[in-house]
């Protein structure tokens, strides 16, 4: 395991992990493009627990690269799903915002696959 992959790994997790607590305490800046894209109130809480439970795995992937592993396919699905919904909304501007978390995890997951 490489200091790179640790640090990227750290980073990931508390930036995705910031995510679900903002998805979570219902800030605005969150909630208001998932009303604008259509997506069930009754689905957030859902997916504030995907995203720290992602989050975490990321972490419990340090000691147990397993379950990095899956958390960064999860992470990675979901967040491509979240670029798909942009899309489908076809609120192409905001697009970047899901990549921006996406990306990050995928980079963690190629160098913990490649350690």
């Not at 640790?6 to 605005?28: D, H, K, M, Q, T």
């Not at 799903?81 to 899309?87: E, H, K, P, S």
Request: charged share 10%.
């Amino acid at each position: 395991m490489s200091v790179a992959h640790v640090v990227l790994a750290v980073v990931s997790a508390l930036w995705v992990g910031f995510s679900g607590v903002s998805l979570a305490r219902r800030a605005e800046f969150v909630t208001q493009p998932l009303v604008d894209y259509g997506v069930p109130r009754a689905w957030w809480t859902w997916l504030a627990v995907a995203k720290l439970a992602g989050a975490a795995g990321l972490l419990v992937g340090l000691a147990v690269p397993a379950i990095g592993v899956a958390a960064a396919v999860g992470l990675i699905l979901y967040f491509a799903g979240a670029v798909l919904t942009n899309v489908r909304a076809r609120s192409y501007r905001t697009v970047p915002f899901p990549l921006l978390y996406l990306v990050p995890v995928a980079v963690t997951l190629g160098l913990g696959l490649a350690a």
